[in-house]
């Protein structure tokens, strides 16, 4: 099982980032799949989430309206489309995918904000 973040990197406020995770090893239509990040010093926090079929998802309050969660089944893909980025936002972004009790985590990528 993996899963592979990208798109990270550095950005001023007020720019858009689109980080990206790409699954591999389990059956990706079938899960949950979900944004987290974690800031140095705080505990990892849920940013967004998205069904299995793409039709349900799901915004942590600091991002909504800004940021856009979407996936793509045939790619077995999971992307965040991040806009109006914020020095807040900075933070290490890590893919989930979960379903029933299986939950698979990538390594993370750096997003920083900052001018």
């Known amino acids: 099982v993996q899963l592979v973040e990208s798109g990270g990197g550095l950005v001023q406020p007020g720019g858009s980032l689109r980080l990206s995770c790409e699954a591999s090893?389990?059956?990706?239509?079938?899960?949950?799949m979900r944004w987290f990040r974690q800031a140095p010093g705080k505990e990892r926090e849920l940013v967004a989430g998205?069904?299995?079929?793409?039709?349900?998802?799901f915004y942590g309050n600091g991002v909504k309206g800004r940021f856009t969660i979407s996936r793509d089944n045939a790619k077995n893909t999971v992307y965040l489309q991040m806009n109006s980025l914020k020095p807040e936002d900075t933070a290490v972004y890590f893919c989930?995918?979960?379903?029933?009790?299986?939950?698979?985590w990538g390594q993370g990528t750096q997003v920083t904000v900052a001018s």
């Open positions: 989930n995918g979960f379903l029933s009790v299986d939950s698979y």
């Open positions: 998205i069904s299995s079929s793409g039709v349900g998802t």
């Open positions: 090893g389990f059956t990706f239509s079938s899960y949950y």
